[in-house]
């Protein structure tokens, strides 16, 4: 193992990244379907092409806010449009 290789120094951003760069790709991806139809290939983009698209900002958004939310013990954005559609008590 060359003695050049950083370490991994923390717990949080190395796992967080991962989730963004996985949200990023799946924005990228349904965005693709959307607007190529029945011709979409499932094509992956680069890490570039999702940085100067702006996927990776706004994963970074979702993911981080999603990430809060579970910290603070509040609903998702997904269970909170649930809630706001169907009522608080089923």
């Known amino acids: 193992m060359p003695k050049y290789r950083r370490k991994t120094r923390g717990k949080f951003w190395p796992r967080v990244r991962a989730l963004i760069w996985e949200k990023a790709q799946e924005l990228y991806q349904m965005?693709?379907?959307?607007?190529?139809?029945?011709?979409?290939?499932?094509?992956?983009?680069?890490?570039?092409?999702?940085?100067e698209g702006g996927y990776f900002y706004t994963a970074k958004l979702i993911v981080l806010r999603k990430l809060w939310r579970e910290k603070k013990g509040l609903p998702t954005v997904e269970e909170e449009e649930v809630l706001a559609r169907y009522g608080a008590n089923p």
């Open 31 to 51: 965005e693709q379907a959307k607007t190529m139809g029945s011709d979409f290939k499932g094509i992956t983009a680069t890490r570039k092409e999702l940085r």
